[in-house]
């Protein structure tokens, strides 16, 4: 079983540790990775790859340099990343802004800061469903972390290991 | 498919086996009794290697008894011993026969028109260099006689393919085939996990109780359904609800260890229950010792309560809940739709014949027919359930019992326990070493195949040590069936193991130790109950 | 109109004719010719008998404009018998035709002195003399009519002025409104951030807390705690790459240990670090074990009292740059620093700033005396400006310095393609924009740079933009300092 990772960018150091101690409950089953810029990511991206795949990234709208949507752009160009599902995290009033953002890099989500925890967590737990159920046949493992309905629902319909 | 080295290894001591007995001659057995101990090897070599699926190791076997061994194939076709009509000498009831028509014994083989031959004592009068002349008042000049009384087909009456063919649809099969229907059923309109919510609810908050609950549970649905599928299913119900606990809390543990332990050991209470269960009472009907549904239920509840008890204090000993409480939310309710109706009036009326078995006398087997018919006809299931059904589990039992047959009709089971002396043994000791040896082989090779295996040796070994003191042919093979349910200490034990394993709470360690001091208490009961309680059910 | 029939016209023009003491000659003439010019004498009088004759006045500029026509039985130079001017109008033929002439005085002389004359020309005199007074009398209700219109064409201008003035009005407050739209946005972004952790962190400290009173720790354990407390207080965020260069460490260390657990260990300084593990490792009963555990929880409530005072921190920052940006007082006038204006500009601009690499160099400088908030506008549309042309990415440089004696400048240079040498005068003119139509996240109505130019005018100074050498737009700005 190859791990699957959460990414979170963020270069603010604050908002940073209040995003990843806001996951840490998925951490029994998802580790967490953090980067603050997109070059960082980038590598760290990498090195996750070498040992898993990455399941989750969850990304600031505006970062010094490349910002969250380019970097999610190009995550979702790569064959490597496309079925990753990315979240932005947009600290931003306008929705305009967010919404093309949305639109362009295919985001799966976005989450307003300041955020309720009940709200991410929903979000994260949602977006790591639909990515255990496209990439993972082993469901058992995520049953108590994830959406238990959903993936039963989906084990109920994968044929069983033969014979006893 | 990857060859690797045990694959090798498998498809070459399967090949050995099965042209050893071609190339040396055991004294004592027939050439039909050759060529089965030859299936008989390959089948063991291959099952327990597995180079190909199991259930096509039964395919084949299947195949080789009706090339090699029935009537109707080539093997018989083309070298059947040849027979000539005697010729009556001058004086009555003397005859004059070929030199190779009469045995060392005077005996002359005297063919039927069925293809069977009788064998008739002969007095030889002149034995001359090519004829015999002998007198016998059995024998007419219409008597076909073998002329060669020494050929390795002689005396052996090939079985029609049919009989080998006919495994498939054997009536424990369609036991077992009813069963899966039901079950199958059940999970489609969720009366599996309805059932188990109405289980789970009345526990409350402790630990300990859900601990007993779950395993409760797990035991009842795992008696009518597989144990794989119940597991399967527990696992969606029950994983969800541990999210709350801390990661390191033992309970997760204790919880995950419970399904597949409830499942292995609900197993046992019903014929259906696991395919082992099916292929003893098959080889059981086979001697005529038909088990009816609910004596076998009567037979294995004592155990499957006292193991599932012990279990429990086994899995709070180990594995001490850290939390004091733990909330469980099990929404849902049962289906209410017609058809969902129906199946409840049609489970009901199937387990309601197969309890009163005693009362009305209509084999458990027809029962089974009931639900594999009504169940299709009302549209509760349709062909998708019907194309689900385990027919590798089916194919593998079916391989079992003909080998069965084979093993029988040949002689070879005759031969192989006449080498010992079983009634100087003891029937216990006969019993208590069949449950061991399967209890080691299950924990390492799936429960059917093991039951497979031995089920036939514990038949033949009932042939000649019936007479040893204690030894009860039911007794035995029940005995073969529960400990194999009790072979669950490794992840690749049972898939309901291999399902615990893959949920990623458990480390192998932990399977190992609860399943070893569980397996290996639960075979001290077998023991038990082996010495004092099933033989009081022996006929 | 008085029509004189053909008939008795020929008969007048033959007694005429006929009668020797008249003097009379008949005049034929070709269309065009012209036979009075406007400013000459004309000392003859004519009768037209046939064909039709145009009478023309110049204006001032020299247009001619048609004032009558003159048909058979009218006279030409009728206006004139009496006073022998100049001539008051010119007459051009408009078809061919003839007409009776004779000298005026002879005219004149004959129309007092021979009864005959006058029974045949007065008829025609009053005739021409009545319809000529018509002509007048219509023309006075044409001119009033005129008037009329034109008033009304008047009042209509004027609205339209009006009108076009509140248009113009409207863009610059809605080219105003473009940029305190981005520059609350910003706001936004700049705020929600330290309120994230603000608030993130108040829950997260909550059931740290709490459990100090469940569980109180040892009494003999307070120091160790405190000592935790204290560290995670003074800590500096770790950089990512350390943080989890760090943190894969201590992971292959303690593969048993929770993720969280040893992400907050690895904030840890090293050495304390060390120094905790070994007090656990060396003799790991339960009660250390816990203490590791309650140590760690104990830092994180520390570190999450500095976050809070970190964001409320940068929250008030943001609150003050706000306050220095938009002085309510907007008319007054003061002497102030220009470096103050530029420093909450770029502050509230941070968000949008943040692609770009942004180089800041502000020496001291003599006070000027301005209208602050509207030089922070100017500061504004300048940096929106450079960020526009900049795109994606670039080095955005903020400088300024003291240049002629009783001066002082301000330049903001970007990295972008620099402004063509045609359009230097021109970007400053309202509604030049280089960025195409108009969007609302643009913001470019291309009234930025004109409102600037204004502002800065108002202030005495000038703006002035140059491309540099190594590429990109620089605006300058320069403004008298106070007391000069």
């Not at chain 1, 840490?24 to 953090?34: R, V």
């Not at chain 2, 064998?119 to 002329?147: C, F, H, I, N, Y």
């Not at chain 2, 208590?432 to 040796?457: E, K, M, Q, R």
């Not at chain 2, 190992?512 to 290996?520: E, H, Q, Y």
Request: hydrophobic letters at 45%; glycine letters at 8%.
């Amino acid at each position: 079983m190859s791990k699957i990772y959460i990414l979170c960018i963020e270069d603010e150091p604050e908002v940073l540790e209040a995003v990843v101690r806001d996951l840490a409950p998925f951490e029994a089953a998802f580790p967490i990775e953090s980067a603050s810029t997109a070059a960082e990511a980038r590598r760290v991206v990498e090195s996750i790859l070498q040992q898993g795949q990455l399941g989750l990234v969850l990304c600031d709208h505006i970062l010094p340099g490349e910002d969250g949507v380019s970097f999610l752009v190009s995550l979702h160009r790569d064959p490597r990343t496309t079925s990753s599902r990315k979240v932005l995290l947009t600290a931003q009033a306008g929705l305009t802004d967010t919404i093309q953002a949305v639109n362009q890099a295919d985001l799966n989500h976005y989450i307003a800061k300041p955020w309720k925890p009940a709200e991410l967590h929903a979000v994260v737990r949602q977006q790591l469903t639909e990515f255990v159920l496209q990439n993972e046949t082993n469901l058992y493992p995520y049953l108590s972390l994830l959406d238990g309905e959903r993936l039963g629902e989906k084990i109920r319909q994968q044929p069983l290991p033969p014979d006893e | 498919m990857r060859m690797n080295k045990r694959k090798v290894v498998g498809i070459f001591l399967g090949l050995l086996g099965f042209f050893l007995p071609w190339v040396i001659q055991f004294p004592g057995l027939s050439f039909p009794g050759h060529v089965t101990l030859g299936i008989f090897l390959l089948a063991a070599a291959f099952w327990l290697t597995e180079p190909v699926p199991i259930y096509t190791t039964s395919m084949l076997v299947i195949f080789l008894e009706v090339l090699l061994l029935s009537a109707e194939g080539p093997l018989c076709l083309f070298a059947r011993p040849p027979v000539a009509a005697v010729t009556a000498e001058a004086a009555p009831r003397e005859f004059r026969l070929p030199a190779r028509a009469v045995t060392a014994g005077s005996e002359v083989l005297v063919a039927r028109p069925s293809g069977a031959f009788d064998a008739v004592k002969v007095e030889v009068l002149e034995r001359g260099p090519d004829t015999v002349r002998v007198q016998s008042g059995t024998l007419s000049t219409t008597s076909q006689v073998l002329t060669q009384a020494d050929h390795w087909l002689a005396r052996y009456v090939p079985a029609s393919y049919r009989t080998f063919f006919a495994a498939l649809a054997d009536p424990i099969i369609i036991l077992f085939l009813g069963g899966c229907l039901l079950a199958d059923a059940s999970v489609k309109y969720r009366l599996d996990r309805a059932l188990t919510r109405m289980f789970l609810r009345p526990v409350g908050t402790s630990p300990r109780l859900i601990l007993l609950g779950l395993l409760i549970a797990t035991a009842v649905l795992s008696a009518f359904m597989s144990n794989t599928a119940t597991t399967a299913m527990m696992m969606t119900v029950v994983l969800p609800l541990l999210a709350g606990l801390d990661r390191d809390d033992p309970l997760k543990v204790a919880v995950v260890l419970a399904i597949p332990v409830g499942a292995n050991i609900g197993g046992i209470a019903t014929p259906i229950g696991t395919p082992p269960n099916a292929i003893a009472l098959a080889a059981l009907t086979k001697q005529g010792l038909g088990v009816p549904f609910v004596q076998w239920v009567l037979m294995a509840l004592p155990i499957v309560v006292v193991t599932l008890g012990v279990s429990w204090v086994v899995l709070m000993k180990l594995f001490r809940p850290r939390t004091a409480e733990l909330k469980i939310e099990l929404a849902g309710a049962f289906d209410r739709s017609p058809k969902a109706w129906g199946l409840y009036v049609v489970f009901g009326l199937t387990a309601l014949l197969w309890f009163t078995e005693n009362q009305h006398g209509i084999s458990s087997n027809i029962i089974a027919f009931l639900p594999v018919v009504a169940l299709p006809m009302f549209g509760i299931v349709g062909k998708k359930e019907i194309h689900a059904l385990p027919w590798d589990v089916f194919w593998l039992m079916a391989g079992g019992i003909s080998l069965g047959t084979a093993i029988k009709t040949t002689g070879l089971a005759e031969w192989m326990v006449g080498r010992v002396d079983w009634a100087s043994l003891g029937g216990f000791a006969i019993m208590a070493g069949l449950a061991l040896l399967s209890f080691l082989l299950a924990n390492f090779l799936s429960h059917t195949v093991t039951v497979t295996l031995l089920a036939p040796i514990a038949v033949s070994v009932g042939s000649v040590a019936g007479a040893a003191a204690g030894f009860d042919l039911t007794t035995a093979l029940v005995t073969v069936a529960v400990a194999s349910s009790y072979g669950m200490t490794l992840p690749i034990s049972t898939p309901p193991n291999a399902i615990a394993m893959g949920s990623g709470v458990l480390q192998t360690q932990h399977l190992v130790k609860a399943g070893g001091v569980i397996g290996v208490l639960g075979m001290a009961l077998v023991l038990v109950m082996t010495k004092y309680y099933w033989p009081l059910f022996a006929r | 109109m008085v029509t004189i029939p053909i008939r008795p016209l020929e008969k007048i023009r033959n007694a005429l004719a006929s009668m020797p003491e008249t003097e009379s000659v008949d005049v034929p003439f070709e269309a065009g010719e012209v036979l009075m010019r406007e400013g000459e004498r004309h000392d003859h009088i004519s009768l037209v008998i046939q064909g039709e004759i145009d009478l023309l006045k110049h204006n001032a500029e020299g247009e001619a404009f048609a004032v009558g026509t003159l048909r058979p039985g009218q006279f030409l130079g009728l206006l004139l018998l009496s006073s022998g001017e100049t001539s008051f109008l010119t007459a051009r033929a408009r078809t061919a035709g003839r007409m009776l002439s004779m000298p005026r005085n002879t005219f004149l002389l004959l129309l007092y002195n021979l009864p005959g004359f006058n029974q045949m020309v007065g008829p025609l005199l009053l005739g021409n003399l009545v319809s000529r007074y018509r002509r007048v009398v219509q023309l006075h209700v044409e001119v009033a009519q005129l008037s009329q219109e034109l008033a009304a064409e008047k009042q209509q201008l004027q609205a339209t002025i009006q009108q076009l003035e509140a248009t113009r009005n409207r863009l610059i407050q809605q080219e105003k409104m473009a940029t305190l739209g981005q520059l609350v946005a910003g706001i936004a972004h700049e705020i929600n951030n330290p309120i994230a952790s603000l608030s993130r962190a108040a829950d997260s400290i909550e059931p740290g807390l709490q459990k100090w009173f469940v569980t109180p720790p040892r009494a003999a354990d307070l120091a160790l705690l405190r000592q935790a407390f204290l560290e995670g207080l003074n800590r500096q965020p770790l950089q990512t790459e350390v943080q989890r260069e760090r943190l894969a460490q201590l992971e292959l260390r303690f593969p048993d240990l929770p993720r969280p657990l040893l992400r907050s260990l690895a904030q840890v300084e090293p050495a304390l670090f060390e120094e905790l593990a070994y007090y656990v490792i060396s003799n790991p009963t339960v009660e250390r074990k816990d203490l590791l555990r309650r140590w760690v929880e104990v830092f994180e409530v520390g570190t999450l009292v500095r976050t809070i005072r970190v964001a409320s921190g940068r929250i008030g920052s943001i609150v003050r740059s706000l306050k220095g940006y938009s002085r309510q007082d907007k008319s007054v006038v003061d002497e102030v620093d220009l470096r103050e204006g530029l420093r909450d500009t770029l502050v509230l601009f941070g968000y949008a700033l943040k692609k770009y690499q942004v180089i800041i160099d502000l020496p001291a400088l003599p006070p000027v005396r301005c209208r602050p908030s509207e030089l922070n506008q100017v500061w504004t549309n300048l940096i929106v400006n450079a960020c526009q042309a900049m795109g994606e990415s670039g080095t955005l440089r903020v400088t300024c310095g003291t240049g002629d004696p009783g001066w002082v400048w301000v330049r903001i240079q970007d990295s972008g393609p620099g402004v063509p040498e045609d359009l230097r005068e021109r970007i400053f003119e309202s509604g030049f924009s280089t960025k195409g139509t108009p969007t609302a996240e643009g913001a470019g109505l291309g009234l930025g740079l004109a409102i600037a130019r204004g502002l800065i005018e108002q202030h005495h100074g000038r703006i002035e933009v140059g491309n540099v050498p190594e590429g990109g737009a620089a605006f300058t700005v320069h403004l008298p300092v106070a007391g000069q």
